[in-house]
């Protein structure tokens, strides 16, 4: 066989990559359609789907299969197995089409197919013959010419012959497996063939085992390209060739010759052939041939035939080892892999003449010596041994074998189920789309005859009244609802083509047959009763609009009916007959009623001839200009948002409901321009002929020039008005804590997207209407004169607006006042930075507070701008210097606060508070030095006195620290005041001698005691003070906090029985435990004391103090307590 490789074949892979794209496309396609296009473009969407699948399939396969010019010199050879290769495949199409024709088959795989593979299918075409096939005649070539592939047909099988010589080619080989493939996919073949002339057998050892590897390559790659484990039946061709062989059946009968000769394996599961079954039946053949060596003797009379005969089965014997190595060799199998398929070995001769070999005699030469033998030919017999019945008694019977093709059967089970599944899933979503659509058919007319059931119970509970448009609602809009159910999308399972019980038709006709009944009848009343109250009203504007939308009622092919909508519903909610609901109900038959073009029957003539009258009368003007107001180039808007900066919201806010940052076009510069309200103006003249239309006359010369001035007038009032109430409603965002202080001002001293400087510029540009120059229609002529009515009215827009143009104009220095304002802020920003800077911006801040000079501060100096400020500016300078202020002055009260808890308020809760005398219950007494560093001066008390709250002035008794305002300030809690009033009593109290210690020096004497008692004293460790009975003197005594020796006081009183009674008070300010408990009365120098120890014995005694505060005054410490805050 050719070693050629077979050509590549690029239309195989254009193909694939046709069917892919085409694939794709279609089922991109196919959903899209579906999802977007079904129903209403179903077919539409089929068609653009087909057309671009094949359009993109017939570009994808050009692409992919242009191949470059062939060159001149191309293989001749080549083309020649191309074409043959062609005609290979179609003549197997014509054989099959033949072979139909000859026999009925139920199924392709009920007539097996076999191949034949020889060395030279010429010499074994009588053995074909003999089996009883015939050779398929072709024009081109077949059995007549040598073509390495022939067909042969019978009624029981089809045989292929291959021709294993040179001339078979690959591509030949191909084309063949791909037919029987493509007509057979699950079993190709039935088995194989294989002849082989006794010639190779009797040959070089070493040949037959290569030709053995080369005939097993071919039937491995037989099996590969059909998936198959071939059955192979081995044939021995031209036994003639082995001597006395043929000539032992020269006298057989003809049915004998015609029986098989050879042996037939049972099936290996892992193929090969097995030794011992070999030599079994190898020996049973030749047996055979000695048993019948008898009878073949007595038919045969020619002596030579005879010893042919007796030498026969020693001839076949010597083939044995020769044939066992060609088959041991061919389908033995290894580790990895299993042998072919060995199925049997069978003897033919096809009566051919050929050079015979005596492999008896030469076995004899051989063992006699001699190297040559003069071989003597024997009689050739031309008759055909073996080989009639070996295709029906043997190869046939075994035609199941060959099995299938596991993988291609697996996958055909696999569609087959798919398809049976589909199928299935098919007609189960057929019957489940019927059902579906049924049950909401049914559901939808069940609901629609419920609702008709209703709508018919409330007709006759409540008929429609024509004069009561409201009343009529709610039955109108009842049958809308059913209505309304056929006008909900279809699901997807219902389909258009499919039966429908539906009464849509009629429910349809039914809501538009009582729309144009009861509907249009009611409005046209409501609108006539309408327009005839405002015709006797004589209200112009308000009849004209009536007249428009009475006109607009009975115009068929109006476009405005959103006027009329909003009139009925406006009508229908003045009326009080309608909450939400009835005007959601009014709106939905409005739709209908206009969409479907409906109109009343005829018009009331009479009564739009009164309107008419009612607008022909005085003040025209007022319709023209609300005319101008409403015509589409002049009732556009400008959102001026864009221009006011991205910051604007930051800082500045449009009041709530308010729309106006929406500006008419009518009041902008360019529609200011665009605007001629002159005498015959393309506006004024249109205005006119819209009202002429309605009003049927036309104003005089002198009448048009009041119009026009008077349209001019309302013209400028209203271009004013709109931009002071555009002002007005601009709010300025409160600034109540520090952030959205710092926040403000970052805003505002941005150097670009200044929100201020903005506004100011927009209302500026949107205010400043700079008349354009009229155009000159020849460059010769003078320039036209302006309208001195318009630049007037230019003049009065701008002066209404001076403050705002004057923010944005520079000064004689170069200057704008806004950029001067703006500096302020900048310049307060950068001193509050000082503030969040600090280390202690409390502090920083009572500094600030504290400072000598207050006037310089950037917030004066920011509240000073109020001046010719506009109010936007205004309120910004409050807000800003107010919470600033507010800020600073909360930052120094929580500086004084911390230092009054640090320095003051904390020492005196843990040395004074919880002690006597400052706690009159507590058992111990307060350290007189603790006493003495709290109340002395320039101590703890009196030194933040001096350094913190000395520089609050005092208003009234009120004292404050002046804030950075005027008129502000920090005021502290009165508490505070009164307590450092309090702590200054006690310091005169104390310190009156000695302004460093704790001192007290009173004069004592016995004012009066009891008959009872004799004597009285006072002692320390002596007696310090001592009465009795006699004159009344004062005695000298001083309290000091350096007095130890008089820590402990004892009262004695001696009684006339010499009993004594005692009192004692012990402590630094024992004076003051003796005393307090027992004070009578006080002044601001004396103090009356009483011991009292029964009814009739008791002392008093006068003390008297210097200075204008007495110590002794009960309460006097105690009532001296410190707020935790100031």
């Known amino acids: 066989m050719s070693d050629a490789k077979p050509e590549a074949q690029p239309k195989k892979r254009a193909w694939l990559w046709v069917t892919s794209v085409a694939t794709l496309t279609f089922a991109l396609g196919g959903s899209i359609t579906w999802l977007f296009g079904y129903p209403a473009n179903l077919i539409l969407g089929a068609v653009v789907t087909v057309c671009a699948t094949i359009l993109l399939a017939a570009v994808t396969y050009w692409f992919t299969s ?22 290979l495949a179609l003549h197997f199409k014509k054989m099959l089409a033949v072979q139909k024709r000859k026999k009925r088959l139920n199924s392709r795989y009920d007539q097996p197919i076999y191949l034949l593979l020889s060395d030279n299918p010429c010499k074994d075409k009588s053995i074909i013959t003999q089996m009883g096939y015939e050779a398929y005649k072709v024009d081109d070539f077949g059995n007549d010419i040598e073509f390495p592939v022939l067909f042969w047909l019978s009624d029981h099988s089809i ?13 030949y080989l191909k084309t063949l497996c791909d037919c029987l493939n493509s007509w057979r996919a699950r079993q190709a073949v039935n088995g194989l063939i294989l002849t082989t002339e006794v010639e190779l057998l009797l040959g070089n050892r070493d040949a037959l085992a290569q030709r053995a590897d080369e005939i097993k390559s071919t039937i491995k790659t037989f099996n590969d390209r059909f998936g198959l484990q071939l059955p192979v039946y081995n044939v021995i061709t031209n036994m003639g060739q082995v001597s006395d062989f043929c000539q032992f059946f020269s006298a057989f009968d003809e049915s004998k010759r015609n029986e098989v000769f050879g042996a037939t394996s049972p099936v290996l599961k892992n193929g090969g052939i097995d030794a011992d079954w070999y030599d079994q039946e190898y020996d049973h053949l030749i047996s055979q041939l000695i048993a019948n ?17 007796c030498a026969a089965p020693y001839q076949f014997g010597l083939l044995k080892q020769s044939l066992w190595s060609f088959l041991q060799r061919l389908y033995r199998g290894d580790q990895l892999t299993n042998g072919l398929n060995f199925r049997g070995f069978y003897f033919t001769h096809s009566g051919s003449d050929d050079e015979q070999t005596d492999l008896l005699a030469n076995v004899v030469n051989e063992s006699l010596g ?35 093709n596991r993988k291609k059967e697996n996958m055909l089970l696999f569609w087959q189920g798919a398809y049976t599944l589909a199928c299935f899933g098919l007609l189960l979503f057929v019957l489940a789309v019927i059902k579906l659509d049924f049950d909401y058919q049914s559901a939808r007319e069940t609901k629609a005859d419920a609702m008709l059931e209703r709508y018919k119970e409330a007709i006759s509970a409540s008929p429609y009244d024509i004069e009561n448009m409201g009343d009529n609602i709610p039955n109108l809009y009842s049958l809308n609802r059913i209505y309304a159910l056929y006008l909900k999308p279809d699901p997807w399972y219902t389909l258009s083509f499919m039966p429908s019980s539906s009464i849509r038709s009629e429910v349809e006709a039914a809501y538009f047959a009582e729309l144009e009944r009861v509907l249009i009848p009611s409005m046209e009343n409501t609108l006539e009763k309408d327009l005839f109250v ?61 969409a479907q073009d409906l109109v009343p029957v005829k018009p009331n003539y009479d009564l739009e001839s009164l309107a008419k009258k009612v607008i022909n009368q005085t003040g025209v003007e007022t319709l023209l200009y609300e005319h101008i107001l409403q015509t589409a180039t002049y009732s556009k808007r400008i959102d001026v948002r864009q221009e006011l900066g991205s910051n604007f919201s930051q800082l500045l806010s449009f009041s709530p409901n308010y729309a106006g940052y929406l500006v008419p076009y009518l009041y902008t510069p360019s529609g200011f321009n665009e605007l001629d309200l002159s005498v015959g103006s393309p506006v004024l003249n249109e205005a006119l002929s819209a009202y002429e239309g309605v009003a049927g006359a036309s104003p005089s010369a002198l009448e048009m020039y009041r119009i026009s001035r008077d349209l001019k007038q309302m013209y400028q009032t209203d271009y004013i008005n709109y931009w002071r109430d555009f002002v007005a409603h601009i709010d300025v965002k409160q600034v109540d804590n520090p952030d959205s202080l710092k926040s403000s001002l970052a805003v505002l001293t941005a150097a670009s997207n200044n929100p201020l400087a903005q506004l100011y510029t927009t209302v500026s540009k949107y205010t400043s209407v700079d008349i354009q120059p009229p155009v000159k229609e020849d460059a010769q002529e003078q320039p036209p004169e302006q309208d001195t009515d318009k630049k007037e009215t230019a003049r009065q827009i701008y ?30 920003e950068t001193w509050l930075d000082s503030f969040y800077t600090a280390k202690d911006p409390q502090k920083a801040a009572f500094d600030a507070l504290t400072a000598e000079l207050k006037v310089t501060n950037p917030v004066a100096s920011l509240a000073s701008m109020k001046g010719s400020q506009p109010s ?8 800003i210097s107010g919470q600033t202020n507010e800020m600073v002055m909360s930052l120094a009260h929580e500086h004084l606060n911390s230092q009054w808890q640090t320095v003051v308020f904390q020492v005196y809760q843990d040395t004074i508070a919880a002690y006597y005398p400052f706690n009159k219950s507590s058992d111990l007494d307060a350290s007189t030095s603790d006493v003495a560093n709290f109340f002395k001066a320039n101590g703890i008390l009196d030194g933040f006195y001096q350094s913190k709250l000395k520089r609050f002035a005092d208003d009234n008794g009120s004292p404050f620290l002046p804030g950075l305002l005027p008129n502000t300030g920090l005021a502290l809690d009165p508490e505070v005041w009164q307590m450092i009033a309090k702590a200054e009593d006690i310091r005169n109290a104390l310190f009156l001698f000695d302004p460093q210690n704790l001192s007290v020096q009173f004069q004592l004497k016995a004012a009066e005691m009891s008959s009872t008692l004799t004597e009285f004293s006072i002692l320390a460790e002596k007696a310090i003070f001592t009465y009795q009975h006699g004159p009344r003197l004062w005695s000298k005594q001083t309290w000091a906090a350096n007095d130890v020796d008089k820590d402990t006081l004892s009262v004695k009183a001696t009684s006339l029985d010499s009993s004594t009674l005692d009192d004692k008070a012990s402590g630094n300010w024992a004076w003051f435990r003796l005393i307090e408990p027992r004070v009578v009365s006080t002044t601001s120098q004396s103090t009356k004391v009483k011991f009292a120890y029964d009814e009739d014995k008791q002392v008093e005694l006068d003390i008297k103090t210097q200075g204008q505060n007495n110590p002794f005054v009960p309460n006097f410490f105690s009532a001296f307590t410190l707020p935790a805050s100031i």
Request: no cysteine; charged share 20%.
């Open 66 to 87: 242009r191949k470059t010019k062939p060159s001149k010199q191309q293989d001749k050879q080549r083309l020649l197995i191309n074409k043959r290769s062609k005609l």
């Open 159 to 171: 045989l292929i012959s291959i021709s294993m010589a040179e001339e078979q080619q690959p591509q």
């Open 293 to 309: 060596m008898s009878s073949a003797l007595s038919s045969q009379l020619n002596q030579e035939y005879r010893n042919a005969i």
């Open 370 to 404: 001699n190297e040559r033998y003069q071989q003597h030919q024997q009689l050739p017999v031309g008759q055909t041994l073996f080989a009639q019945h070996l295709m029906n008694h043997v190869v046939l019977n075994e035609n199941t074998l060959v099995g299938v």
């Open 534 to 594: 405002y015709v006797n009203l004589e209200d112009q504007a308000k009849t004209l609009s009536l007249l428009n939308n009475y006109r607009l009622l009975f115009n068929a092919k109006r476009t405005n009916i959103e006027e009329l909508k909003s009139y009925f519903m406006n009508t229908l909610q003045d009326q009080g007959e309608a909450d939400t609901t009835s005007l959601a109900q009014l709106k939905v038959l409005l739709d209908d009623v206009f």
């Open 799 to 828: 002066l209404a607006f001076g403050p705002y143009h004057k923010q944005i104009t520079v000064d004689d220095q170069g200057n704008k006042p806004v950029d001067t304002l703006l500096g302020g802020f900048t310049t307060l």
């Open 872 to 879: 936007i500016s205004l309120q910004l300078i409050n807000n």
